[in-house]
């Protein structure tokens, strides 16, 4: 089925540590976007890709960072995790970049704590 | 920055509709999108508005005034499984999405 996966569903994650989340689709959609939804806040774009080999920083980039280097997979990385990212991450992705009724299709999230 | 205004809560009972307000303040317009996201899943795109006016899908309606900055989600015919956050998205000058707190929907029996 197609669609978006992220990995892992959950983590609890001691503080300083470093962390990966992936992300992986298989719509051949060439934008993709990292969000991390917190209470009371909404969904807050941390960084975005355009298309593969390009990324961008978003609304909340600080302590995150992504690559792009093919089309499917958009990996976010906690360098140095701390308990102010504990929240539940977000991957979407959407055709392209913005245009028309383009839509963006979100993954099932990933549960963080940081603590 | 983006300033996008949703109200917090509502609740309505099986059967009746249901008005989701949206207010906006952004550095410029390229759309604006309803989200429906489900506790514990993620959210799903419902509807889109660019133009000013009214979209209907089935018991969904969406309405756009871009003068006013303002929108509205009309759920009607109200079912349990409607009970949900609804999210409210414009879309910027740059194409990306800044997203309202979202709307928890309630529906009674």
């Known amino acids: 089925i197609a669609g978006i996966t992220q990995a892992p569903t959950s983590q609890i994650l001691a503080a300083g540590r470093r962390m990966t989340l992936r992300c992986t689709q298989d719509?051949?959609?060439?934008?993709m976007y990292w969000y991390r939804q917190d209470l009371g806040l909404g969904l807050r774009l941390i960084h975005y890709?355009?298309?593969?080999?390009?990324?961008g920083k978003g609304e909340v980039p600080d302590g995150y960072s992504v690559s792009r280097a093919n089309t499917d997979d958009f990996p976010l990385t906690l360098a140095s995790a701390v308990p102010s990212q504990t929240s539940v991450y977000f991957c979407?992705?959407?055709?392209?970049?913005?245009?028309?009724?383009?839509?963006?299709?979100f993954g099932p999230g990933t549960r963080l704590t940081v603590l | 920055g983006q300033n996008i205004d949703q109200p917090t809560e509502m609740t309505a009972t099986e059967g009746a509709i249901v008005q989701i307000n949206c207010t906006y303040q952004?550095?410029?317009?390229?759309?604006l999108f309803w989200y429906q996201q489900h506790a514990g899943e993620a959210p799903t795109f419902l509807s889109y508005?660019?133009?000013?006016g009214l979209e209907e899908k089935g018991r969904f309606s969406s309405f756009l005034s871009r003068s006013k900055g303002y929108s509205y989600l009309l759920l009607k015919e109200l079912q349990m499984k409607d009970s949900a956050s609804y999210l409210c998205?414009?879309?910027?000058?740059?194409?990306?999405?800044?997203f309202g707190a979202g709307t928890t929907v309630t529906v009674r029996a």
């Open positions: 979407a992705s959407s055709v392209s970049s913005g245009s028309g009724t383009d839509t963006q299709y």
């Open positions: 719509m051949r959609h060439n934008a």
């Open positions: 890709s355009n298309t593969a080999g390009t990324t």
């Open positions: 952004t550095s410029g317009f390229n759309g």
């Open positions: 508005n660019v133009l000013d």
């Open positions: 998205a414009v879309r910027d000058d740059d194409y990306k999405l800044s």
